[in-house]
């Protein structure tokens, strides 16, 4: 799910760098950082679901 995010925060970046529009505070370089958080929370693990199975073995 991070990784989903860091690439929708990529793609808006990309959109405001490439038209050269900033919202108050949130310009390109912001949303990449954000992204790139994103990413290391991601690589991290940070989120990832653990399934576990436990198979019940008969005697």
Do not use: P
């Not at 970046?13 to 929370?41: E, K, N, P, Q, Y």
């Amino acid at each position: 799910m991070l990784a989903v995010v860091a690439a929708v925060l990529f793609g808006l970046a990309l959109l405001f760098d490439l038209v050269g529009i900033s919202i108050a505070v949130i310009t390109s370089s912001l949303l990449v950082t954000a992204g790139l958080f994103c990413l290391a929370l991601y690589f991290a693990g940070v989120g990832a679901r653990q399934v576990t199975y436990r198979r019940r073995t008969r005697r």
